[in-house]
């Protein structure tokens, strides 16, 4: 069973290492289509493409500065305000889907009838704002912390990057505002089981090479969600799409910004600091499948004891398993089939490096493609 984003990203888990190694053009995801693909040159692969590029001014990538102020501009072009646009007074449509099918696989499970399968949904998607509340935690206090090297320097990065943790921040007020209207009108019982501060200070711990590599998939696959599943859905509570679509608009520069601080730390890195931080990388991996696999089995003890009658242990098993793989291609795979992501990875780390990578990524993938 494999449901997919979009069917041109198609990538196979066996096939990971391979199309890691070789990357693909990226996409345009946010309207900054002079900031798409890979502006530039490799470190670790000069090809005469390259050269031409360093070569010829008017094929040149923008300075980062440029692209920090387009940045500026996007965030005040797009920036919105959680009642007087998201919200509007209005309450979630109970009647109506949350997540997607595509999102929450729940076509998987073809024995639940119309209105558990709604249900479902509606859980997946609770917890799907929830997992965004918490990384946003940690990536509005890595942003802050990256800015202050800005502080006595480049103010034009500097405000690109407050105005980057203004938005975390505001994000995080608005899917706490949304936790307590689902908890309004859903049973009781249901339980988001990571803590932000507990989570945020783990990720934290690790180098902070690691942390804007996770961060730039994370907002690349907010990205993609929205675009490929969410806008699509007719179906889904049109509070619960507005605000996705509001969340999407800011994390389009988010993605940007995330992507020139990735490069730029990377730049500082020698040889034996960037394994350590693939490392670190794939640690962090872990510790979000870990979370996931706590988060998919309190969802199913919520799910089966709520739905409305009971289910087979067959059933049950069922259930419990597309929780968790749809929790594993939400938040894992379809962030590294992003084209733009593996792009910039491969840009980054040697084949080595990337094989590692691919590795320990191959048990979730696997998981996520039975
Ligand atoms: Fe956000
Ligand atoms: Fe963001």
């Given amino acids: 069973m494999r449901t997919r984003l979009q069917s041109d990203h198609a990538l196979p888990g066996e096939a990971l290492a391979e199309a890691l190694a070789c990357g693909r053009r990226a996409h345009a995801a946010n309207g900054f289509g002079d900031f798409q693909g890979d502006p530039y040159p490799s470190r670790k692969e000069s090809t005469p493409m390259n050269v031409a590029t360093l070569e010829h001014p008017e094929t040149a990538a923008p300075p980062a500065s440029h692209r920090y ?11 919105w305000d959680i009642d007087r646009d998201v919200i ?17 696989l729940v076509k998987a499970l ?6 558990e399968a709604r249900f479902f949904s509606q859980v997946q998607g609770r917890t799907y704002a929830n997992m965004f509340g918490l990384v946003e935690r940690y990536i509005g206090a890595k942003t802050l912390e990256i800015s202050r090297g800005y502080a006595l320097g480049d103010q034009v990065a ?9 938005e975390e921040l505001k994000h995080q007020e608005l899917f706490r505002r949304l936790e307590q209207m689902a908890g309004a009108g859903m049973p009781a019982g249901y339980r988001f089981v ?12 690790k180098s902070t090479w690691a942390v804007l590599g996770l961060t730039l998939d994370i907002e690349l696959f907010t990205l993609a969600h929205y675009r490929s599943s969410i806008e699509t859905d007719a179906e889904l509570s049109d509070l619960w799409k507005d605000v996705f ?19 730029r730390e990377d730049a500082r890195l020698g040889s034996e600091e960037r394994d350590g931080a693939v490392t670190d990388l794939i640690d962090l991996v872990a510790a979000v499948d870990g979370i996931l696999q706590a988060q998919a089995a309190a969802d199913t003890g919520y799910f089966t004891l709520r739905a409305g009658r009971s289910f087979s242990p067959a059933e049950q098993d069922a259930i419990h398993d597309v929780f968790l793989k749809a929790y594993r291609w939400q938040y894992i795979a379809s962030g590294v089939e992003e084209p733009r992501f593996t792009d910039v990875l491969k840009a980054l780390v ?15 993938l696997a998981h996520v493609e039975a």
């Fill in 194 to 205: 990571a803590q932000p501060n507990e989570v945020a200070g783990a990720v934290l711990g």
């Fill in 88 to 104: 509007r007074g209005r309450q979630f449509d109970f009647g109506r889907k949350f997540l997607p099918d595509g999102l929450s």
């Fill in 110 to 115: 073809s024995f639940l009838r119309p209105d």
């Fill in 245 to 263: 679509l509001f969340h999407w608009k800011e994390e389009s520069q988010h993605a940007i910004l995330d992507e020139l601080e990735w490069r």
């Fill in 158 to 166: 500097l405000e690109a990057l407050v105005r980057f943790t203004d």
């Fill in 350 to 364: 040697s084949p080595a490096q990337m094989e590692r990578i691919g590795a320990a990524l191959a048990p979730i």
């Fill in 69 to 79: 102020a387009k940045c500026i501009a996007a965030s005040k072009r797009v920036r």
